[in-house]
């Protein structure tokens, strides 16, 4: 190894023995840090251009769902929770009130209709019956529920 790394602790092994490589190809201490310069603003230039290029937009303009009132919107889900049940729960219900952003989670024993709706008719007693209930549509369940919600709750 050559003397002028001797007391570096930062550099490499690898760094090392390109130096020394560069040494031996007749090139300077000082050549060798105009090279390193190089490289490194080099390596800047790239990583500054990759991050003005990843703030581009892609042309498609996204438009904010907004609610005013407390009620107005809220969204529901299912979260699968079957490798690390609790107990008999293996489902989790999660609602949110789109407006405030209030969370409500209720533990399924199944993903059924008459679970779901249960849970449902349980939040609603707390926070009261939402103008518009956003889910992603399962087409497994989608209208059992609403017979379930006819039958649990007449008028």
């Known amino acids: 190894m050559t ?3 001797k007391n570096r602790p930062s550099v490499t092994l690898e760094d090392r023995i ?11 201490l000082e050549t060798i840090g105009s090279e390193l310069n190089r490289a490194i603003s080099l390596i800047g230039e790239i990583i500054i251009k990759r991050i003005i290029d990843g703030n581009k937009t892609t042309g498609m303009v996204v438009k904010p769902i907004l609610s005013h009132d407390l009620n107005r919107r809220a969204q529901m889900d299912l979260i699968d929770m ?3 049940p609790d107990g008999e ?7 949110q009130d789109h407006f405030t ?37 399962g087409r497994e369940f989608r209208n059992q529920i609403l ?6 709750w007449p008028d």
């Open 3 to 5: 003397s002028e790394f």
């Open 18 to 28: 390109k130096a020394v490589t560069m040494r031996k190809q007749g090139k300077t």
């Open 82 to 84: 079957q490798t690390l």
């Open 89 to 95: 729960y293996k489902w989790l219900m999660v609602y």
């Open 101 to 137: 952003k209030f969370l409500q989670l209720r533990p399924l024993r199944a993903k059924i209709a008459i679970e779901v709706a249960s849970a449902l008719i349980d939040v609603f007693s707390i926070l009261g019956v939402p103008y518009l209930l956003q889910s992603d549509n």
């Open 147 to 152: 017979f379930s919600f006819k039958s649990m």
